[in-house]
């Protein structure tokens, strides 16, 4: 089946560490997306790529680092800077054919800090 | 910058009857892109309904439809027959036209169905 998939589902962070989320896509779309959502907030843009080994910073990239390396693949690293981790991250992606694409999302992951 | 605004942050529908969950937003832009996704307790994010902003028809998917208002900047949610799956966050987005083009969200309505 054609989709996003994220990895882990749930994810413990230890202070001071570093901890990468996995997301994945088989719809071959250009674009894909990291978003931040908060209790009774909406979602908020992190970092996002519309093309191989290229990504741009959005709203609340502090704490944060991504890279490109494949179409399929946008990884998201949570670095010990980001100060207040615990989130549900969600991750995006669509097609860039037409003026904009509609975003299709992964089920999520939701990253806790001990 | 744009911006979407969704005042109302819970509502309570009836099964069977029919909710309309409101949204404004603000742009200079005149080509964009207004979106509903739907988060229910799984917390999977899932489109609703997509609106062209050059389209004076408003969408329709099944049981949903929107009222776009584009000189009142109002994009506004109906849910008609409302059933127990419906019982999720919704989100209203705006995303201009162009590269780099982006998805500016609103902080979410929680709907509840009652039985």
């Known amino acids: 089946d054609g989709g996003i998939t994220q990895s882990p589902k749930y994810l413990f962070r230890k202070e001071g560490q570093n901890v990468t989320l996995s997301c994945e896509q088989n719809l071959n779309h250009d674009a894909m997306y990291w978003y931040r959502q908060d209790p009774g907030q909406g979602l908020r843009l992190i970092y996002y790529?519309?093309?191989?080994?290229?990504?741009q910073k959005g709203d609340i990239a502090e704490g944060y680092s991504v890279s490109r390396e494949k179409k399929e693949s946008f990884p998201l690293t949570v670095t010990s800077a980001q100060k207040n981790p615990t989130a549900f991250y969600l991750c995006?992606?669509?097609?860039?054919?037409?003026?904009?694409?509609?975003?299709?999302f992964g089920p999520g992951t939701r990253l806790l800090v001990l | 910058a744009q911006t979407v605004t969704q005042s109302q942050p819970e509502m309570s529908v009836q099964e069977a009857e029919t909710v309309t969950l409101s949204c404004t937003y603000d742009t200079s832009e005149s080509n964009y892109y207004l979106f509903w996704y739907k988060q229910p307790p799984s917390r999977q994010m899932i489109l609703v309904i997509r609106?062209?902003?050059?389209?004076?028809q408003n969408a329709t998917e099944n049981r949903f439809s929107v009222n776009f208002q584009k000189a009142a900047k109002s994009f506004s949610l109906k849910i008609s027959d409302s059933q127990l799956g419906d019982t999720a966050m919704y989100f209203c987005?705006?995303?201009?036209?162009?590269?780099?083009?982006?998805?500016?969200f609103g902080k979410g309505i929680t709907l509840s169905v009652r039985p």
């Open positions: 609106q062209e902003a050059y389209k004076q």
């Open positions: 995006a992606s669509s097609t860039l054919r037409g003026s904009q694409e509609t975003q299709y």
């Open positions: 790529s519309q093309i191989v080994n290229d990504f």
């Open positions: 987005a705006f995303a201009y036209t162009g590269a780099n083009s982006k998805l500016t």
